[in-house]
């Protein structure tokens, strides 16, 4: 079993949807998730940090983590055609060094 | 304040050859993380080096090596290049060790023919 699963889709929507994108883990030393954004052929952009379980918003994004069930997700309401991406979801414990990624979901948001 | 940057932006080299990669960190980011990024893959962590030292090393063999300089700026050395080192190769630079946000540079688009 992968450490982190992620639904590489792809995932298509229409302009104004609400996107909901997922990630499990099995390793409870996790305690701090991100979620970056990669255009194609570009470096990962960090969109939300989140630590430990809880919400987080930031504009049209919402990170939810929930450490009972080693699931986190990101939220994107009223999605926008510059919102076309692969979305990563990463995670690292306390005492660790390295950034775990899930493969990434590609989404296209169609106008 | 600058962003982290990675040099060159694409090369192409032969199975066998060697490659060096670049990286300059953020201003003010004392540690510098090394990835892969294989075609719709997420990225793979290679190492880690914090204040000049090897602070950590993922799954990847010793042709894979790294420095990292004074002023923070990073190098990873791949020797006796194989195919399946074709990938994107990512740097991110963050203020330590731990939780601290790492933030990634644009990669090094390695083609191994």
């Known amino acids: 079993q992968k450490e982190v699963e992620q639904d590489p889709g792809p995932l298509s929507v229409p302009e104004g949807a609400i996107v909901s994108l997922n990630c499990t883990y099995s390793n409870s030393a996790f305690q701090y998730f991100m979620w970056y954004r990669q255009y194609s052929r570009k470096g990962p952009e960090l969109l939300m940090y989140?630590?430990?379980?809880g919400n987080k918003e930031d504009g049209r994004f919402t990170a939810q983590v929930d450490k009972s069930s080693k699931y986190i997700s990101l939220f994107i309401r009223d999605s926008q055609p510059s919102d076309s991406a692969t979305y990563l979801c990463?995670?690292?414990?306390?005492?660790?060094?390295?950034?775990?990624f899930g493969k990434g979901t590609l989404l296209t948001v169609n106008p | 304040e600058t962003g982290v940057t990675q040099s060159p932006t694409h090369l192409i080299k032969t199975r066998g050859q060697q490659v060096t990669l670049r990286c300059s960190s953020q201003s003010g980011h004392n540690t510098v993380s090394w990835y892969q990024q294989a075609l719709g893959q997420g990225p793979q962590f290679i190492f880690q080096?914090?204040?000049?030292?090897?602070?950590g090393r993922g799954n990847f063999p010793p042709r894979f090596s790294g420095l990292q300089f004074p002023n923070y700026s990073s190098e990873l050395n791949v020797n006796a290049l194989e195919l399946d080192d074709s990938a994107l190769y990512l740097c991110a630079s963050s203020l330590g060790v731990g939780g601290d946000t790492q933030y990634f540079g644009p990669g090094t688009r390695l083609t191994v023919l």
């Open positions: 080096y914090y204040r000049e030292e090897e602070n």
């Open positions: 990463a995670m690292i414990g306390d005492s660790n060094y390295k950034l775990t």
């Open positions: 989140t630590y430990s379980s």
